[in-house]
């Protein structure tokens, strides 16, 4: 549904969690976490090394959020597969645009939330070094037209 205004942008910039899992499948995977400042771009975390990596923020509900009111997570320029999950919930994206990944995560807030995003990279693929979450990951806050 498209947005009656402009939305609102958060960067979820700053600290983050990353978990290097290497080739490990997400079910077999058990994270060490170190923290890192996002924006980095895969090359600059992992080098030039193929594989999976978890990246988890925490993040508050925004507040005062009206009932024609959506928050989703807004994602630019990944390179690799994209699995998203808040509060254990995957999610899925609202299009398939290749430069813009947009997740409604709207009915899965809680006051305080977990954001997981897990990517497949393999850097050897890609012929720049922009890679991972080299973008600004943003929380948007979009007011739709009521059903």
Do not use: K
């Amino acid at each position: 549904m498209p947005p009656i205004s402009e939305p609102h942008q958060i960067r979820l910039r700053g600290p983050w969690q990353v978990a290097w899992l290497g080739d490990a499948s997400p079910e077999n995977a058990t994270p060490s976490f170190d923290t890192v400042y996002l924006p980095e771009s895969w090359v600059e975390l992992f080098g030039d090394a193929d594989g999976r990596a978890l990246f988890r923020r925490r993040f508050n509900r925004p507040s005062n959020l009206d009932p024609h009111e959506r928050v989703c997570i807004l994602l630019t320029d990944i390179h690799g597969e994209v699995n998203l999950r808040c509060n254990s919930s995957e999610i899925t994206p609202d299009d398939d645009a290749p430069s813009l990944l947009r997740y409604d995560v709207t009915d899965v807030l809680q006051d305080f939330n977990v954001l997981d995003i897990e990517i497949v990279c393999r850097p050897s693929t890609i012929p720049q070094q922009d890679s991972g979450l080299w973008r600004t990951v943003l929380l948007e806050i979009r007011t739709v037209a009521p059903d």
